[in-house]
């Protein structure tokens, strides 16, 4: 018999046509949804074996060499193994997969494994192999490597514990000892966690069975949410019920990123030390992966609103300060408060008519309100009481139709808003959101209808600027084309300036 002979004579015995036919189809449908999957270089290697054993075979079958037997048991083993692997990988992640079922891969290791180690057996059998002399030699080889082996072994049934219980899934945040993070992948030996330092850690299986599992952010029905505490500190000077109110305003019915609206963030009292309060605000985190951020952006908000209600933090008793003092240095702060506010007034120019006292006077009563990037300086449709001053940064105007938002305008340093509201008596006509971090100063309502009573000629500069912001909310909300607009504008002026009069009294 010449190799070709030969040759087909072991590959029809070992099946090896039907075996190629089935991984052809298997690295098909496979590679088609997921061209990296680990099975199929695995399966390349048995293969691989398979094909050189059977060359082997038929070489020494052809020249009737006694030692083919050992090469044919070699093919036919490494060929019930790739029948295995082939025919799992097209009926998992082929068949499976198209019906959308897919198994936890430590399950599928197992299940392949254990038909693989039949497979194998019933090969060799099948091949003439003499297996009682292996089993019995390795009975004492199986007892020592079961004692060496006790925690591999046990981290492999805790493994698939895990899988089939499922109290721990792919994606779960979870903490266990000192680590915290994400679960990417259950082995069969270890667990991978992805935590926020991009750090992937190895927990043996067998650790997070022994051990307190927390898994954060879940519960039975609920979005994953995740409570984090703010804390903070301020003095006794300040009732609890104000700073509890001016921080729940400033975090409720806004939106911060990746801070759940439901439940709502609440404030509360934690503790009374001697000189200050100790609070915290509890919010819900939508990110688990952002928790570092997301307080900063809380902290932010809480900073800026106390500011704004003149509510300062508290200095902890301990610390000392050692300065030289010198009695110009609180005149000094005073000072350098008023030239800011003077500045501001200049830089909006609407009061430049004022004698030096009334505008001095002007500019102490102006409130220091600054606003953190994102936050709702006046809403849509509130009350008005304040016209704004920004002395920095920048503010979006924007306007809300049936849930759609739409912005109308950008003011910046040396602009004013609030004023229509105010001239009017009427509502706020749109929201103004704080674009980037605005430092600003408010004007009471009471002390601005002061300054209009005595000098009515202001009344005509804010008209001008009144209509300017009417006309451009007529445009957004009846989308006006440009010329439209301008003459409605020239024709709503007159009657503006004829309202705003008649509302401060000057008729």
Known sequence: M???????????????????????????????RDPSHHRLRALGFWVGVHVIALVLDAALVSVEHHAHNEFRTVAWVFGGVAFVGAGMSLMLHGVLSRVRVQLPRIVEDVLVGVLALLAAVTAASRSGANLSGIIATSAVFTAVLGFSLQDVIGNVASGLALQVDTAIDVDDWIKVNDVIGRVVEVRWRYTAIETRNWETILVPNLVLLRNQVTILGRRGGKPRLWRRWVYFNVDWRHQPSDVLEVVQTAVRGVEIPRVAADPPPNCVL?????????????????????????????????????????????????????????????????????????????????????????????????????FARGEVVTRQGAEAHWLYLIEEGTVRICISEEGVEREVGRLGAGDAFGEMALLQGARREASVVAETDAECFRLERGTFQRVVDKHPEIVARFAEVVTKRKAQLSVAHEVLDAEAAKVRAQHDEKDLFQQIRGFLGMD
């Open 270 to 370: 934690m503790d009374m030390a001697d000189s200050y309060g100790h609070y915290a605000l509890r919010y819900w985190l939508t990110d688990l992966a952002a928790d570092d951020p997301t307080d900063s952006e809380v902290r932010t908000r809480i900073y800026f609103a106390l500011q704004r209600a003149g509510i300062r933090l508290a200095t902890p008793t301990q610390a000392v300060k050692v300065h030289q003092a010198t009695v110009e240095a609180p005149s000094v702060k005073t000072e350098k408060q008023a030239v800011r506010r003077r500045d501001v007034l200049h830089k909006v120019g609407f009061f430049d008519m004022l004698d030096a006292e009334e505008f001095e006077a002007l500019a102490m009563s102006l409130k220091y309100a600054p």
């Open 2 to 32: 010449n190799f070709l002979e030969a040759l087909w004579s072991e590959a029809h015995a070992a099946h090896t046509l039907w075996l190629l036919a089935l991984c052809l189809v298997a690295l098909v449908s496979v590679r088609l």
